[in-house]
């Protein structure tokens, strides 16, 4: 879980009223069907806020070679969804964004590939967290106005550089990046590497073994919970 302010008393991950975009690499077992399962999650209540997600596979042509993506974002009544197809065994980079203030559609980008959009737009107005925890690879309930989607296990799964902005991702950048690290910039807030060293110390009861650090700016450093070291075995990209 990830949450801080900005010096005005705003929170740095809310939405607002700005559009967004989340990237990630992720690399889905084959071999099994897939569950829902969140990828990323920031939610009030049930019904206010965006979650990024794989979803039950088991009715798929290939259930154990690939997967959908779900993003979906809500405020009360009003909501759009937007799905893609991933395949298994692989690393896919995954980009999420919210097109606000222009199409106001959601996207999705396959390795900056094969753009899908949601079939309406979403306007609504300021999409604001106070104390609601920011989930990574876990989440709850979240009800859209289409569907409902209930994670039934948290994320199976490799994941790699994690980024979270506060603007609409355009193609290029996409593609430039994708494979590139990145460094802050005004409107990255938040960006996980994934790539902590895995030596230890314990000073006062706190340790680095579960540390997770954010590379953004932002000082958003966190901590993964149930970790386990095998967690950064490296995978190719």
Known sequence: TVSSRNHDGASVLSLGTKPMSLEVNVRIPSGSVSFNEVIAQRITGTNEGFTLALSDSSGLPSPHGECDIIFGISKGDKSQTVKTRIKKGVFN???AVYDRGSSNKLKLYVNGEGVKESSGSLVVEN????????????GTLHNLSTESFLPVQTLSGAMDDYRHFNSARSVSDIRRYRSQEIFAQPDLKLYFRFNEPSGSYNKGGLGNNNLCLDHSGNGLHTFVSNFDIKQRSKKRL
């Open 93 to 95: 980079h995954i980009a």
């Open 127 to 138: 999409i604001e967290f106070t104390s609601e925890p920011y989930l990574i690879g876990s």
